[in-house]
């Protein structure tokens, strides 16, 4: 019996028979490829654009630190600033070492049975539940049974929440990444189980944790409905000193200016969503560096 | 004094195997992963200041054996170990028994070398400083390298990271990491397997060594490093269901070239496995 083989034709080693077709469809893939990744590119330079064109002459210094006015020109952000930073740091304190507490148990401790796999299951969804289900689950559980009232420490709680299954998850992840083997090592010469998570896994694992976070914290910065929901003022002239003050954040303020009649005001909103920008773009370059000098201190 | 104890080391190590008393006694051993019958009623010694050497088949439970000794097996949700491994007249797997204090004792080598991302200093520091040793450090990092044979081409570099160094010197590393506890027994899961001929025959000079202070197990597929380095030799094979089973433990020499069992003979030859 012959070798159940197709011979080629000739010895040529130019694109011949259905070659020349098959490498068609290779570079018609690359061209849709392409054109996704273009499309994802343009629609931001275009929304970048339009935003920049409306909002370039609106952005000064007082737009920064003036407080809210019912003049436009008079108009400032600085109570709203000072609202998302209470916010966010407030919700970074609660939902960062209570995700990645979590994530620790469920990756390191819990048993792998039928209850730790409900309990994922339902992280994962709440990971995917509407923002402003979670405004309103903040409005009946902080804002008005704990009788909180409408203050930055409900709002934050409310954040938190809203925050921790997406931490959870990304942190999950990033200590499944750890391979084996270094926990391994790191029993076999007489470590506990906290030691051996606490020096090896979570050192390792914290530059993805962190990318985690900026994630959660990035999505939290720019929501509007949950708070909108669980009580931040529409118009405050004060800053939020402590806890229990009333406040409003920088996406709420540049939704209060949108929808006022006056094109001035959403110009004005279009400097917002710039300073809003620039935020998020500082915070996640310090997490980007705090990220890298860790990776650099578990010495890989 | 030195010179004569390894004098008397070195006449009666070759093939004393079974006059040595034993620092491991393991009896009746079963393993099961989950409903899977992994290892069946294994019973075998383990001498002081000897290696003995695991060997068979791939999937014979002689890996799985070797864990059972240091309780790595608890780590494996779905396991379950039965039987008697006796050490210091206590069971290792009896319930009152903290597997912590036992991998203290009982220190381990694994197949891949797995040095922690840090420094080299700390990569052997740290076992000691997670059971509660601070003083005296440099003074034990520098004996454990010096015993693993590391110690003259690391000297200079102990701050750099330890997966810098070549796979050979990575799996010394780790030997020394696992003496820094002065464990009484050393496990070494298929030390050699991810390295070169060369790394490999330090690894086995430095097995030797090692062998005149402590007692060594030794998992490996090649029965050329079994037969080069152990003193003692367990022969695993496959029974029923894929359960792993001991099939002979002789010392080495009789294994090798006087097998009581048609099934080692089978297998020391190549005509299987």
């Given at each position: 019996?012959?070798?159940?083989?197709?011979?080629?034709?000739?010895?040529?080693?130019?694109?011949?028979?259905?070659?020349?077709?098959?490498?068609k469809?290779?570079?018609?893939?690359?061209?849709?490829?392409l054109?996704?990744?273009?499309?994802?590119?343009?629609?931001?330079?275009?929304?970048?654009?339009?935003?920049?064109?409306?909002?370039?002459?609106?952005?000064?210094?007082?737009?920064?630190?003036?407080?809210?006015?019912?003049?436009?020109?008079?108009?400032?952000l600085?109570?709203?600033?000072?609202?998302?930073l209470?916010?966010?740091?407030?919700?970074?304190?609660?939902?960062?070492?209570m995700?990645?507490a979590?994530?620790?148990?469920?990756?390191?401790?819990?048993?792998?049975?039928?209850?730790?796999?409900?309990?994922?299951?339902?992280?994962?969804?709440?990971?995917?539940?509407?923002?402003?289900?979670?405004?309103?689950?903040?409005?009946?559980?902080?804002?008005?049974?704990?009788?909180?009232?409408?203050?930055?420490?409900?709002?934050?709680?409310?954040?938190?929440?809203?925050?921790?299954?997406?931490?959870?998850?990304?942190?999950?992840?990033?200590?499944?990444?750890?391979?084996?083997?270094?926990?391994?090592?790191?029993?076999?010469?007489?470590?506990?189980?906290?030691?051996?998570?606490?020096?090896?896994?979570?050192?390792?694992?914290?530059?993805?944790?962190?990318?985690?976070?900026?994630?959660?914290?990035?999505?939290?910065?720019?929501?509007?409905?949950?708070?909108?929901?669980?009580g931040?003022?529409?118009?405050?002239?004060?800053?939020?000193g402590?806890?229990?003050?009333?406040?409003?954040?920088?996406?709420?303020?540049?939704?209060?200016?949108?929808?006022?009649?006056?094109?001035e005001?959403?110009?004005?909103?279009s400097?917002?969503?710039?300073?809003?920008?620039?935020?998020?773009?500082?915070?996640?370059?310090?997490?980007?560096?705090?990220?890298?000098?860790?990776?650099?201190?578990?010495?890989? | 004094?030195?010179?004569?104890?390894?004098?008397?080391?070195?006449?009666?190590?070759p093939?004393?195997?079974?006059?040595?008393?034993?620092?491991?006694?393991?009896?009746?051993?079963?393993?099961?992963?989950?409903?899977?019958?992994?290892?069946?009623?294994?019973?075998?010694?383990?001498?002081?200041?000897?290696?003995?050497?695991?060997?068979?088949?791939?999937?014979?439970?002689?890996?799985?054996?070797?864990?059972?000794?240091?309780?790595?097996?608890?780590?494996?949700?779905?396991?379950?170990?039965?039987?008697?491994?006796?050490?210091?007249?206590?069971?290792?797997?009896?319930p009152?028994?903290?597997?912590?204090?036992?991998?203290?004792?009982?220190?381990?080598?694994?197949?891949?070398?797995?040095?922690?991302?840090?420094?080299?200093?700390?990569?052997?520091?740290?076992?000691?400083?997670?059971?509660?040793?601070?003083?005296?450090?440099?003074?034990?990092?520098?004996?454990?390298?010096?015993?693993?044979?590391?110690?003259?081409?690391?000297?200079d570099?102990?701050?750099?990271?330890?997966?810098?160094?070549?796979?050979?010197?990575?799996?010394?590393?780790?030997?020394?990491?696992?003496?820094?506890?002065?464990?009484?027994v050393?496990?070494?899961?298929?030390?050699?397997?991810?390295?070169?001929?060369?790394?490999?025959?330090?690894?086995?000079?430095?097995?030797?060594?090692?062998?005149?202070?402590?007692?060594?197990?030794?998992?490996?597929?090649?029965?050329?490093?079994?037969?080069?380095?152990?003193?003692?030799?367990?022969?695993?094979?496959?029974?029923?269901?894929?359960?792993?089973?001991?099939?002979?433990?002789?010392?080495?020499?009789?294994?090798?070239?006087?097998?009581?069992?048609?099934?080692?003979?089978?297998?020391?030859?190549?005509?299987?496995?």
């Open positions: 019996m012959s070798a159940p083989f197709h011979a080629l034709p000739d010895e040529s080693l130019t694109a011949t028979g259905n070659l020349p077709r098959r490498q469809i290779a570079s018609i893939g690359r061209g849709i490829f054109l996704a990744t273009l499309f994802a590119v343009a629609a931001l330079v275009v929304l970048l654009w339009y935003i920049f064109q409306r909002g370039w002459n609106w952005l000064s210094w007082g737009l920064l630190t003036n407080p809210p006015s019912r003049r436009p020109e008079r108009a400032g600085s109570i709203a600033i000072s609202g998302t209470w916010i966010i740091s407030l919700t970074l304190l609660v939902a960062f070492p995700g990645v979590a994530a620790i148990y469920l990756e390191e401790y819990a048993p792998k049975n039928r209850w730790t796999r409900i309990l994922q299951i339902n992280i994962s969804n709440l990971a995917g539940v509407p923002s402003v289900v979670y405004g309103l689950l903040g409005l009946g559980i902080f804002v008005e049974w704990l009788n909180l009232g409408r203050v930055v420490l409900a709002g934050a709680l409310t954040m938190a929440l809203l925050s921790l299954p997406v931490i959870i998850i990304a942190s999950q992840e990033a200590l499944r990444a750890i391979p084996w083997s270094l926990r391994e090592a790191a029993y076999g010469v007489g470590a506990t189980r906290w030691q051996v998570t606490a020096s090896h896994v979570l050192p390792a694992a914290i530059p993805g944790i962190l990318t985690g976070v900026i994630l959660a914290v990035s999505r939290a910065i720019g929501e509007t409905a949950p708070l909108l929901v669980a931040a003022a529409g118009f405050v002239t004060t800053k939020p402590g806890f229990f003050d009333s406040y409003t954040t920088i996406p709420i303020q540049i939704y209060n200016w949108m929808s006022r009649p006056q094109t005001f959403r110009d004005l909103a400097a917002g969503i710039i300073v809003l920008l620039a935020l998020l773009i500082s915070m996640n370059l310090i997490a980007i560096i705090v990220r890298q000098r860790f990776s650099a201190k578990t010495r890989w | 004094m030195t010179d004569l104890l390894e004098q008397t080391d070195a006449q009666t190590m093939d004393a195997a079974s006059e040595q008393a034993p620092l491991i006694d393991i009896s009746g051993l079963n393993v099961y992963y989950g409903n899977f019958h992994a290892v069946g009623d294994v019973s075998f010694d383990i001498p002081k200041n000897q290696i003995t050497a695991l060997i068979g088949p791939s999937g014979c439970g002689k890996s799985t054996v070797l864990r059972c000794i240091n309780r790595m097996n608890d780590l494996i949700p779905t396991a379950r170990v039965e039987g008697e491994i006796i050490f210091h007249e206590q069971n290792i797997l009896a009152g028994i903290d597997p912590v204090m036992v991998r203290r004792r009982i220190g381990m080598v694994f197949q891949k070398p797995n040095p922690f991302p840090k420094s080299i200093y700390d990569n052997v520091a740290w076992g000691a400083k997670v059971n509660g040793i601070r003083k005296g450090m440099d003074d034990l990092v520098e004996w454990c390298l010096r015993s693993a044979a590391l110690w003259d081409e690391v000297k570099k102990l701050d750099q990271s330890g997966l810098a160094l070549s796979g050979g010197q990575q799996q010394r590393l780790c030997i020394a990491r696992a003496l820094a506890n002065n464990p009484d050393i496990l070494m899961d298929e030390p050699c397997s991810a390295l070169d001929p060369i790394s490999t025959l330090r690894i086995e000079d430095l097995m030797r060594e090692l062998a005149r202070n402590y007692t060594i197990a030794i998992v490996t597929h090649n029965m050329q490093q079994a037969a080069r380095v152990s003193d003692q030799t367990v022969f695993f094979s496959l029974g029923e269901n894929r359960m792993g089973t001991l099939v002979e433990a002789s010392p080495t020499r009789e294994l090798f070239t006087n097998p009581r069992d048609s099934r080692t003979e089978d297998y020391i030859t190549g005509r299987f496995g």
